[in-house]
């Protein structure tokens, strides 16, 4: 029988306060905790614990949900094929959260950024990085702490998902300098280049092209 881990804390005692409701919890000020990881912002989760605590909560932890095979990592049916050919399953964790007397299941998927954590990077350190994201969302959307990281990170999202933001001549841009740096750094000719991507040097020149044929097309077509 597996036993069961909560993480958390539990003040014991008699309830001196109730905790506070959701537009009072989305009020507080959590800036001057958050932290930064590759670039993103992120919320602790024990912070998210502490801050609870402060404002009312007595009993505050979250434990991993396992499925039938007694692993806390469920696997969905859907498949993904990597640019080295290799397919990858999308996986997700789900933690029961309890506040006090409210508790409830919530999912999360385990992600590398906004793209999903491939199978040979899956490690114990991952999985629970996801159910401590799940924890910290799930108390951002049930009872409002932390809620304007997420909404806040939604919009970035859908700005990054937003295909008319982005711009043909940056990606140019990315390709040449992408280009220059294998020249350099890996001490290769074009041509050496070229047959190591199964192309001539002309067809490689023709790619380059390919940027300015396509914004001219679609200047022409946005203008019909």
């Not at 993904?80 to 996986?91: E, L």
């Amino acid at each position: 029988m597996l036993k069961k881990i909560t993480i958390g804390m539990n003040f014991g005692g008699r309830r001196k306060k109730m905790l506070k409701n959701f537009n009072e919890l989305r009020k507080v000020d959590v800036t001057p905790y958050v932290k930064q990881r590759d670039g993103a912002d992120y919320l602790p989760w024990a912070t998210v614990v502490d801050l609870l605590h402060e404002n009312g909560a007595e009993k505050v932890f979250f434990s991993p949900v396992y499925n039938e095979n007694g692993s806390s990592l469920f696997m969905s049916a859907e498949t993904f094929t990597d640019s080295k050919g290799n397919v990858n399953r999308c996986y997700e964790v789900r933690i029961e959260v309890t506040v006090d007397d409210d508790t409830f299941i919530y999912s999360y998927p385990l992600l590398n950024g906004i793209n999903p954590v491939k199978d040979n990077s899956l490690n114990q350190n991952v999985v629970f990085k996801a159910m401590a994201r799940a924890f910290v969302k799930a108390i951002a959307l049930r009872y409002g702490l932390g809620f304007s990281l997420w909404s806040k990170e939604e919009l970035d999202a859908q700005d990054e998902d937003d295909i008319y933001k982005h711009n043909l001549f940056a990606i140019k841009e990315r390709f040449q300098q992408i280009y220059t740096k294998v020249l350099r750094n890996k001490h290769l000719t074009t041509k050496e280049i070229a047959e190591k991507c199964e192309m001539t040097e002309d067809e490689v020149k023709v790619v380059f092209t390919y940027f300015d044929q396509l914004d001219r097309f679609e200047k022409k077509l946005l203008a019909l």
